[in-house]
């Protein structure tokens, strides 16, 4: 799919897309709860179809309600199938192969496009501590697993990702974990953490949580119980739409929780440093354009948001500094080159030194033929910057946007935007 975008003011009041990460939490939250879970406000993104898919694999019988709920029946992790594929997803791969390995059928474990080549060496190195059997591709997909997992007291490595950690805390919630402790040296990214234990909690599982360093199960662990759970507004596709206002709106958006514990919700710390005018009213943040001037940021425990600061520090007075690139080398696209090398395209000055991403705001910038990377994140900060740059914005694959936020395109025509979506015959 290529889109183009014209340079266009918008306004008008959009929702924020469910967020990807509440929604695939909930989702191996309720195949781990026997009885029946019901979850509201279901997103639709690849991320959480693959979820979807990868619950029914694993036994968990699915319907949809008149409300559109998602109606999710299960016994516990009993597998109909000797494969499951986590699509692209870095979070399905990392949270779903240690709930998988609750039970003792012997399962390969797959997925597509970046995450082949995404290093998954940690469960060669944990998983034969849990008395589960594990054959990976030198480090990489596929992997072959065989529970069933024992929980014991271990020591992981949180420096490269915390969705691992979510993996197993919430399969040791499920296997009954009792006065059994999960250590963990340099956890980055502990804002996700946070909503793994909130999603925890309200389906029953209490984790004592120790500076982060630890994490405990005591002695009345009993395991998930099926609730009902709604879904929370996504910060990090709300992030798109909410730079997209402090540089072409006003605009109005809903469905985004301020007290969440979304890591993303960090955008708006950004977003008030730039000087962007924001009001808060009820469920809704008004958010538009000012006198933007640089900002520094520490992007470390929120990575995703780099793309939308990307695209809001093009357009801010000054030297704007971003720190956290260390994070960004293993996503969809190797982001910290990826956006160099696009928003240079354009015309922007972005330099990496260390794990700091410096940008030079304040000059126009120039339309032009960019590609997403098959990064859905790259795709949408290029549509964004689109909204402010001189002459048209031309994004190659911006069907990489399913990944996380399907109705981009479309809410950013309902705000206003001249946006031409071409479907061309073959999709990346």
Not at 6 to 16: C, F, L, N, Y
Not at 103 to 128: A, E, H, N, W, Y
Not at 140 to 151: D, E
Not at 367 to 374: L, R
Request: net charge negative; aromatic share 6%; hydrophobic share 40%.
């Amino acid at each position: 799919m290529i889109v183009s975008i014209q340079p266009t003011a918008i306004s008008g009041e959009v929702r924020a897309p469910a967020s990807k990460s509440s929604m695939q939490r909930a989702c191996a939250a309720a195949v781990l709860s026997e009885g029946k879970t019901s979850i509201f406000n279901p997103g639709k993104s690849n991320d959480d179809l693959a979820a979807i898919d990868t619950i029914t694999k694993l036994g968990a019988v699915i319907t949809r309600s008149d409300e559109g709920a998602l109606e999710v029946e299960s016994k516990g992790v009993y597998p109909l199938s000797g494969e499951i594929d986590c699509g692209e997803s870095g979070l399905g791969i990392r949270m779903f192969t240690p709930i998988a390995a609750l039970s003792k059928q012997k399962i390969m474990v797959t997925g597509k496009g970046s995450l082949i080549t995404r290093p998954m060496d940690f469960f060669d190195d944990i998983f034969p501590k849990l008395n589960i059997g594990i054959q990976s591709s030198g480090g990489k997909l596929p992997l072959v697993i065989q529970g069933p997992l024992k929980p014991v007291d271990i020591e992981v490595d949180g420096s490269l990702s915390s969705q691992f950690l979510t993996g197993l805390l919430m399969a040791y919630g499920a296997a009954g974990a009792k006065n059994v402790s999960i250590r963990v040296k340099g956890l980055k990214s502990r804002p996700y953490i946070d909503l793994t234990l909130e999603v925890m909690r309200i389906f029953g599982v209490a984790v004592e949580n120790d500076r982060y360093e630890k994490f405990s199960f005591g002695k009345s662990n009993s395991g998930f119980h099926a609730t009902s759970y709604t879904v929370e507004g996504d910060w990090s596709g709300g992030a798109f739409l909410l730079v997209a206002g402090a540089i072409a709106g006003p605009i109005k958006v809903k469905g985004l929780d301020l007290h969440s514990t979304q890591a993303d919700r960090a955008v708006m710390m950004a977003l008030e440093q730039s000087g962007a005018k924001i009001e808060y009213r009820d469920s809704l943040i008004e958010i538009g354009p000012d006198e933007l001037k640089a900002f520094e940021f520490d992007a470390t425990d929120c990575p995703d948001l780099f793309p939308p600061l990307v695209a809001l520090a093009v357009f801010c007075e000054g030297v704007t500094r971003v720190k956290g690139v260390s994070r960004l080398t293993h996503k969809e696209s190797d982001r910290g080159a990826a956006l160099q090398e696009e928003f240079g395209k354009m015309g922007a000055k972005i330099k990496i030194e260390g794990d700091w991403m410096i940008l030079t705001g304040g000059s126009a910038l120039i339309g032009a033929k960019v590609s997403s990377h098959h990064d859905h994140r790259i795709a949408m900060a290029c549509a964004v910057a689109g909204l402010r740059a001189a002459g048209e914005m031309e994004i190659a694959d911006a069907d990489a946007i399913n990944k996380s936020y399907p109705d981009f395109f479309e809410d950013l025509i309902q705000l206003g935007a001249m946006v031409d979506i071409k479907h061309t015959t073959q999709q990346a």
